[in-house]
Every structure is written in structure tokens, then in C-alpha cells.
């Protein structure tokens, strides 16, 4: 299932919640061009209204598909509302174009971990299990998978796949090209694996890792270890955490892994909360 049942007409005039990504400084850059974003603020066009066309305002209606265009280690997300034309693709993931957006509220990672496991368990009860040490397991293109209770587990495989778990001890695994997996929970684990995968976890002692060129992954919590695993892939963490990193010579083929390191957040230059990326040479280097 790729999406929720609702169905929306291109010709339509809709009010949605939606989720949006953005830069750390709440800039878009559509088309190339730089738009400024403030919390609370409403936008409204009287362009044309065209998904992934300049000029209209572009959200999400499944959390984890805002990942598909800003990660989770580099980026920002609000809750949104969006209303007046509202055009989708079928054929793609959950992102929207609409004529009007409001950005409602920050959701820092756990709070939209959380927006994602609702949203799965809306959208796709069939895969979903609840309870202490519950599964979930869930197969195929744009397959879906929540779990939540202690020791609750979520896997979900295919292109863009979405796993999300809640709870302490709680895993979360996916994989496929752009595939997402995101766990809440002290000890809480989530892994992704194909390029442009992400991995989110929150929770003392949690970790995330995400293999694949492009991946992102991003814990927090005291103890929390994010693993990046991929081809120009990045990872953070917070205080208390840690990194883990690998660089390729890309210059060949196939790629030759060059390099993998490791640090606490507070050693090596790595700060909290930031980015970073490693370079051929095996130096961390920050990813504004």
C-alpha cells in the first residue's frame, strides 16, 4: 500500500495535514530558487498548480516519504496543512503539490517517528501488530509496516518500503532503493538498507544504521550510535552518541571502500546534533 485509501482528484479543492522537509535554516529551494519558510505562517499561489513544478508548495501525506527529499540527518520537518488545488501522482510516493500550505508546527525526530507509525497504522492495519514483543512484516513496492509495545519488531521490504516500530527494545528494518525504517524506544534499533535509504532512531542506547549510497542516518538519546554505511552517506547523533562512517573512491568501478571511522560526539571535531559526512582521506568534513 502505497498511500492512504484517500483519493485525491487533480481538479480538486482540498484541506489536508501534510508533513514537509526543509533545510536547517527552513529554506526550500524549488527550481533552484531559495523560499523561506517561517513556523505559523500561511503561503498561499495563484500559479499554476503542478506536482514537482515551480511555484506551487510541495508536502507530504506519509511522514517518512519527506525523507525522500530532505534526510533526517540534515534537515527540519513541520506538521502542515494544506488546502485550495491539490494534485498528486498516483504512480509516485505521497508527496503533493497544493496552491495553499501552512507550516503549523516543528516536529523534532521523535515526535515525527511517532507522526510515522500513526500514519502506517492508519494506512495499513493488515501489517500491523501491537503489544508487548508484537511483529510485523510486510512485503512488496511501497509495502508499509508498524509495530508498537516493548520488543515490538517491523520489517518491511520493496522500493520504498516503510517500517516504523515504537517501544523500548523496539526494531525497525527495511529495505529497497529509498526505503525508510524509524524506531522509538530506549534501546530501540532501526536499519535501511538501498541508496537513499534512511534510518532514524530516538531513545537512550538506540541506533540507527543505513547502508546505501545517499543514506542518512540520525539518532538521539544519551548513548544512541548512528551508522552510515554508503557512499557519500552521512550520519548524527547527540551527546553522549556516536558516529560511524565509510568513504569510497568512486572513481572506479566498482567503488573501492577507502576508508571507515568512528567517534564520540565531543572527540575528533564532532559536535552535536551536526552532520557530517567522511572524506576519501578518512577526515570527518561537516555537511551544512
Aim: hydrophobic share 40%; glycine share 12%.
Amino acid at each position: 500500500m502505497a498511500k492512504k485509501s484517500t483519493k485525491i482528484d487533480a481538479t480538486a479543492e482540498a484541506t489536508l495535514t501534510t508533513y514537509k522537509g526543509f533545510g536547517k535554516d527552513w529554506k526550500c529551494n524549488p527550481g533552484g530558487v531559495s523560499f523561506q519558510y517561517e513556523i505559523g505562517a500561511t503561503y498561499k499561489t495563484d500559479k499554476q498548480v503542478v506536482r514537482c513544478g515551480a511555484g506551487a508548495f510541495h508536502s507530504v501525506l506519509m511522514p517518512l516519504d519527506a525523507w525522500n527529499y530532505y534526510g533526517p540527518a540534515t534537515s527540519k520537518f513541520a506538521s502542515t496543512s494544506v488546502g485550495g488545488k491539490v494534485v498528486d501522482d498516483p504512480d509516485g510516493d505521497s508527496k503533493i503539490a497544493s496552491a495553499e500550505i501552512t507550516i503549523n508546527a516543528e516536529l523534532r525526530l521523535p515526535e515525527f517517528i511517532r507522526a510515522a507509525v500513526k500514519w502506517i497504522v492508519d494506512a495499513a492495519k493488515e501489517s500491523v501488530t501491537t503489544g508487548y514483543r508484537a511483529h510485523a512484516a510486510s512485503t512488496g513496492n511501497g509495502a508499509h509496516a508498524a509495530s508498537t509495545g516493548n520488543g515490538a519488531h517491523a520489517a518491511s521490504t520493496g522500493y520504498r518500503a516503510h517500517a516504523a516500530s515504537t517501544g523500548d527494545y523496539a526494531h525497525a528494518a527495511s529495505t529497497g532503493d529509498y526505503a525508510h525504517a524509524a524506531s522509538t524506544g530506549d534501546y530501540a534499533h532501526a536499519a535501511s538498507t538501498g541508496n537513499g535509504a534512511h534510518a532514524a532512531s530516538t531513545g537512550n542506547g538506540a541506533h540507527a544504521a543505513s547502508t546505501g549510497n545517499g543514506a542518512h542516518a540520525a539518532s538521539t538519546g544519551n548513548g544512541a550510535l548512528s551508522a552510515a554505511l554508503g557512499a557519500r552517506s552521512t550520519a548524527k547523533a547527540e551527546v553522549g552518541g556516536g558516529i560511524v562512517l565509510a568513504a569510497y573512491d568512486e572513481t572506479v568501478f566498482p567503488a573501492k571502500l577507502v576508508a571507515v571511522r568512528a567517534s564520540l560526539v565531543g572527540q575528533n571535531g564532532i559536535e552535536a546534533g551536526k552532520s557530517y559526512r567522511l572524506t576519501t582521506a578518512g577526515e570527518f568534513e561537516i555537511v551544512e
